[in-house]
């Protein structure tokens, strides 16, 4: 009997007091571009505004792990192929400090993902 391998994802504990927000968008673009997009700072330009942030490590082409430099909190991005040129972008910003916080960063990561998917995808 044969093993199948799993990936596992962990989920880094927030610590207590802290907030997480998860933001997730399907775009049309393949895996490799929207990695692209995410990691180097000239495309992420583009559509990532008024974000200042760290690349603490990077698993091309499926992963990021970022700091957000104004407040020290966390993004965790996880990007998955779907289908011959389409992929899921999960996004986990956590080590916020506040509810506020987090509904103001749930709306700001929807309309970060959406420029990253007009970014990639271009006008239609």
């Keep these: ?3 199948v391998a799993r990936r596992r994802s962990t989920t ?5 007091g802290r ?5 997730r968008r399907t775009i049309a673009a393949g895996a490799a571009d929207c ?3 995410w990691a180097q700072a000239r ?4 559509w990532l505004a008024g974000v200042q942030i760290t690349v603490r490590r990077t698993v091309a082409p499926s992963s ?3 700091t ?3 407040d020290g909190s966390e993004i965790d991005v996880r990007i998955t192929p779907k289908g011959r040129s389409g992929c899921a972008v999960v996004v986990d910003h956590t080590n916020l400090a506040g509810a506020d916080i987090v509904a103001e960063r749930r709306h700001c990561w929807k309309e970060m993902l959406g420029a990253l998917q007009h970014y990639l995808e271009g006008p239609v």
């Excluded at 907030?19 to 933001?23: D, I, K, L, P, T």
């Excluded at 495309?43 to 583009?46: D, L, Y």
Aim: charged share 25%; proline share 8%; glycine share 0%.
């Design 43 to 46: 495309r992420r330009a583009h």
């Design 64 to 66: 990021l792990a970022l």
């Design 12 to 16: 880094v504990p927030t610590p207590a």
């Design 19 to 23: 907030f997480a927000v998860r933001a």
């Design 35 to 37: 990695f692209r997009a």
């Design 1 to 3: 009997m044969s093993r």
């Design 68 to 70: 957000c430099v104004d």
